[in-house]
């Protein structure tokens, strides 16, 4: 007998996919109102379990029925632009900053 613990082979990681938003839209509607269970959908349409829950739980976000503080789907996408802009406001003001800083000794 071995004392060293014997590793199973892994499945190889699927590479990442993208859905569109139909797609997503027609897999919660087979849970919502069909009435199908959330794990026969995934098994059908080749999803893992716990990605189409979150597509559920967000649907029902953005329907409003979701959890105190939740984001939509448009609130989610608007914080993003937001941050996205917060990073090159910063930028700019760091290159302006050094900028300004490299002028006033060149004149001292």
Do not use: Y
């Not at 569109?20 to 959908?41: D, H, I």
């Not at 090159?88 to 760091?94: A, I």
């Amino acid at each position: 007998m071995s004392t060293e613990m014997e590793e199973k082979p892994r499945k190889p990681r699927r590479k990442p996919r993208t859905f569109t938003p139909e797609f997503k839209a027609e897999a919660v509607r087979l849970v919502v109102e069909e009435g199908k269970t959330a794990s026969q959908v995934a098994r059908d349409l080749d999803l893992t379990h716990s990605c189409l829950c979150g597509w559920i739980r967000q649907s029902k976000t953005d329907a409003g029925k979701g959890p105190p503080g939740a984001l939509t789907t448009a609130e989610r996408e608007r914080l993003r632009q937001l941050e996205k802009e917060n990073r090159v406001l910063r930028m700019e003001r760091d290159i302006l900053s050094k900028a300004t800083a490299f002028f006033a000794k060149g004149n001292a």
